[in-house]
């Protein structure tokens, strides 16, 4: 996890400091003089050599300090753990709404291959698959906000607002955890300790859900923890679309602004975010199958 944070540290770093553009100039503004550039260049000690600017982050990216805003002039980490909360909740109620009707689906549609409900559910699947998140996003605003007006179409408050964002956060990922599901699924119940299991007279939901099920779940728990990732990128889609004010929002203003440290730090957090849940997903292997272990 060291060195792959402190590698994507490095190249976002890089990647702000060398694209096109003055952040000192951004950050005081259009009509600002030389001398004001100046002094904040200064202040944020733009002016010093690149490696010196990485040094200097990363100490204080040690101790806590992601920097300040050109914009608010409060420090990052404040702004960030404001924001924080809101992120979480979305990305939460999104992958609970993925796992919950993505796997059902897909067990549903390996124990009928090939009949209606089969090609019904493939055919959602597939659509969910293809539809852009923002597309999917103004879809269900027109038709849940503008046409029915059932649920308001911005902001955060109860769970009302909730509802929307979550839906377009998490439908896509239903439809690709669905699919993952039937196939691992399928793939499982042609094994011999399936046939061995109903040959011993046990009950379709045990042999299903007990012995089939389990085994079937890793290769699903595998992707889930890079659906998170995408999860947490169409975040910042949905918390634009929605105005919801979570740090994808808040990244997005950033960029527009040229606000380097907080882009920085929100990109960080993302980033640990992301590398959290891949080692929760390996640990979760031991849970889902006794025969791997970590010596």
Known sequence: ?????????????????????????????????????????????????????????LKNLLEGDMGRSFRTRLPVTHEIRRRLSATIELSTIAMLISVVLGIPIGIFSSLKPKTFLDNTLTVFAVFGI????????????????????????????????????????????????????????LDVISEDYIRTARSKGLTERIVVYKHALVNALIPVVTVLGLYFGRLLGGAVITETIFAW????????EAIVMRDIYVVQGTVLVFAIAVVLVNLLV?????VLDPRISYK
């Open 245 to 252: 004010p979570g740090l994808g929002r808040y990244m997005v």
């Open 282 to 286: 390996d640990l979760l292997y031991g």
């Open 1 to 57: 996890m060291i060195p792959m944070l402190l590698g994507i540290s490095i190249g976002i770093f890089l990647i702000l400091h060398l694209i096109p553009g003055d952040p000192a100039r951004s950050a005081a503004g259009p009509d600002a003089s030389e001398e004001d550039v100046e002094l904040i260049r200064k202040t944020y000690g733009l002016d010093q050599p690149l490696h010196v600017q990485y040094a200097v982050y």
């Open 130 to 185: 293809s539809m852009p998140i923002f597309f999917l996003g103004l879809l269900l605003m027109l038709l849940f906000s503008s046409i029915l007006r059932w649920l308001p179409p911005t902001g955060r408050g109860g769970i009302h607002h909730l509802i929307l964002p979550s839906l377009t956060l998490g439908l896509p990922h239903v439809a690709a955890i669905a699919r993952l599901t039937r196939s691992n699924m």
